[in-house]
């Protein structure tokens, strides 16, 4: 499971955008202060911080963001997750928090990448919007938060459909395939709009970190001719060794006010892990499997079953 956030994340990046394309950006508002971590919870699988910088504002001394330097300068915004078990089930709950708090909240319940049910609150959209898988279907439920209306609709489930908090752990078991240069075809559910589009993801490049450490920049983009003239391709640094996604480069879910209008943003958001659980490499002072800890500084490693 990379993140299973991400990116990201990406029926958050799609909503509203087809509707809303074109919109012009405005000047940012004030930034907050960087967001606190809360205390560690020995239930966590997961836990990961972001720092959210728009493109239209981007600090110039932060130029090797994505090449997993270090960016001093306060963000625009704040991305938190925590995963953990629940039941045979991993349930995450991701937050996008704005300068005037927090504006998106997904919450999902998954199952070896696949997911089970999904629920996104957007204060921005004033959108309530719901998934549940079920007997071979997806049923969708919007409610408008404002006036309490409220539409459903069903759809038949297809192998590869996912949400923000999935997609990673959808694709990671084709991590080598994409490093040899495979497509892997995802069906990404996008809840307000109650259906979902086909993208590709796929590595367009290797890099380096400023510390050398390889990395596989993926990129993923839509199918269709339509969505693609709407939705520009999204970029997902990774490092292959550990499975962490690092940076990413693309249409957020968050979104900047200006009056009583919210406005789509690019970005580039750095991560930070603080738990992680479900590295690619599993590391062991003693290679004794049935004693596996995770972390850089033991004495060798063993890859991940």
Known sequence: MLGRFSVLLLSLILSGSIAEAGKKHTQGVAPVPALKAQAVKSDLLLEILGNIYPQDQFPAECSELLKGAPCAARPFGHF???????????????????????????????KDGHV???????????????LE??????????TDMRDGSSKTSSDEWEENLVVPSTVMSYIRPSFKELGDGKEVRIKVAVLDRRESYTFT?????????????????????????????????????????????????????????????????KVRTAYEYKI?????????????????????????????Q
């Open 80 to 110: 938190h997750i925590e995963s953990k078990k629940d039941g045979e089930l991993v349930y995450s709950k991701t937050t996008f928090t704005a300068p005037e708090g927090d504006q998106v909240i997904e919450q999902s319940w998954e």
């Open 116 to 130: 089970k049910k999904a629920m996104i609150e957007n204060r921005a959209l004033q959108k309530n919007s719901e």
């Open 133 to 142: 898988v079920k007997d071979g279907k997806v049923f969708y439920k919007v």
């Open 201 to 265: 993801m796929k590595k367009i490049r290797d890099e380096k970190t400023i510390d050398g450490e390889q990395v596989m920049v993926l990129q993923m983009a839509p199918v269709s001719f339509i969505v693609k003239a709407l939705v520009d391709p999204m970029s997902f640094y990774v490092k292959p060794r550990t499975g962490e996604l690092y940076a990413f480069e693309g249409k957020s879910a968050l979104r900047r006010k200006n009056g009583d209008q919210y406005q789509e943003l």
């Open 276 to 304: 992680n659980t479900f590295n690619q490499v599993q590391v062991t002072k003693t290679c004794d499997s049935s004693s596996m800890i995770f972390g850089k500084d033991a004495k060798c490693e063993v890859k991940a």
